[in-house]
């Protein structure tokens, strides 16, 4: 999948563009854990999502006097990083929650994973990653198990849908689409990158796995929030 996305044609040709460029082991090694996820995934993200992205769009919310937060998780797996942003979304808005209405979309294509995600009950090995803070609030957990809560289970929900189907929902303030566009071509990438950018809000955030990038008319459409950790805005200075 990777030579053809490359638009390579020999595994003799793959193999001395793994020797010349640095980035592409970290590639492959994401490619052969297809439906591998985990809470919290890449720290530093997830504590500038919670730091300042987050705030930043509970902030504007208020000063909009609008109650609806929408996120999408796209290639959701089984739901870890939509669990974590649910967590720290019910964490934020404290006694404020229940003036607001939060919907966090989960969308897979395998049936397998979005079991798992809907179900929310996680083993004790894969809620390692959750700060003990949000496991405390936010798990209940006997000796084998833990099982989200029910508060932050409500705001989800997680369906089937091949990113390459027409999009029909939109108006998302915050997009996460981390380490799935690496099995498809430049082509397909660029394409699903304006899709994100047309289903977010105006000011709506898009968050990307740590060895993607940009490519096609997204580069000059989104505006960058933090190159480091993948994160993009959709400003309303972007390219109309
Ligand atoms: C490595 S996981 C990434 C999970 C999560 N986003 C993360 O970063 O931890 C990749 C997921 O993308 C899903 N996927 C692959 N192709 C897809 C497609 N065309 N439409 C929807 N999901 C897809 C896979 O089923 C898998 O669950």
Request: glycine share 6%.
């Given at each position: 999948?990777?030579?053809?996305?490359?638009?390579?044609?020999?595994?003799?040709?793959?193999?001395?563009?793994?020797?010349?460029?640095?980035?592409?082991?970290?590639?492959?090694?994401?490619?052969?854990?297809?439906n591998?996820t985990?809470?919290?995934?890449?720290?530093?993200?997830?504590?500038?999502?919670?730091?300042?992205?987050?705030?930043?769009?509970?902030?504007?919310?208020?000063?909009?006097?609008?109650?609806?937060?929408?996120?999408?998780?796209?290639?959701s797996s089984s739901g870890e990083?939509?669990?974590?942003?649910?967590?720290?979304?019910?964490?934020?808005?404290?006694?404020?929650?229940?003036?607001?209405?939060?919907?966090?979309?989960?969308?897979?294509?395998?049936?397998?994973s979005l079991?798992v995600a809907?179900?929310?009950?996680?083993?004790?090995?894969?809620?390692?990653?959750?700060?003990?803070?949000?496991?405390?609030?936010?798990?209940?957990?006997?000796?084998?198990?833990?099982?989200?809560?029910?508060?932050?289970?409500?705001?989800?929900?997680?369906?089937?849908?091949?990113?390459?189907?027409?999009?029909?929902?939109?108006?998302?303030?915050?997009?996460?689409?981390?380490?799935?566009?690496?099995?498809?071509?430049?082509?397909?990438?660029?394409?699903?990158?304006?899709?994100?950018?047309?289903?977010?809000?105006?000011?709506?955030?898009?968050?990307?796995?740590?060895?993607?990038?940009?490519?096609?008319?997204?580069?000059?459409?989104?505006?960058?929030?933090?190159?480091?950790?993948?994160?993009?805005?959709?400003?309303?200075?972007?390219?109309?």
């Amino acid at each position: 999948v990777r030579i053809r996305a490359l638009g390579l044609e020999l595994y003799r040709e793959y193999m001395d563009y793994l020797s010349r460029n640095k980035g592409e082991y970290d590639i492959l090694l994401e490619m052969l854990t297809i439906n591998v996820t985990q809470f919290w995934r890449d720290l530093p993200v997830f504590k500038l999502i919670e730091s300042e992205i987050l705030p930043l769009i509970i902030y504007e919310k208020v000063r909009a006097g609008r109650k609806v937060i929408r996120v999408w998780s796209a290639g959701s797996s089984s739901g870890e990083e939509a669990h974590s942003i649910g967590m720290i979304l019910r964490d934020l808005l404290g006694e404020e929650f229940s003036k607001f209405i939060i919907s966090i979309h989960g969308t897979d294509i395998d049936d397998d994973s979005l079991l798992v995600a809907k179900r929310g009950v996680y083993n004790i090995k894969q809620i390692e990653n959750i700060p003990q803070d949000y496991r405390r609030k936010y798990l209940t957990m006997d000796s084998e198990s833990a099982r989200v809560s029910d508060e932050v289970r409500n705001m989800m929900k997680f369906t089937k849908r091949d990113l390459f189907q027409p999009q029909k929902t939109g108006h998302y303030d915050l997009i996460l689409c981390r380490n799935v566009m690496i099995y498809f071509t430049k082509e397909q990438q660029a394409t699903l990158l304006m899709n994100f950018f047309d289903a977010l809000n105006n000011g709506g955030y898009f968050v990307m796995g740590k060895t993607e990038t940009l490519i096609g008319p997204a580069r000059e459409k989104f505006t960058s929030y933090s190159d480091l950790e993948r994160i993009y805005q959709k400003t309303k200075g972007s390219a109309a």
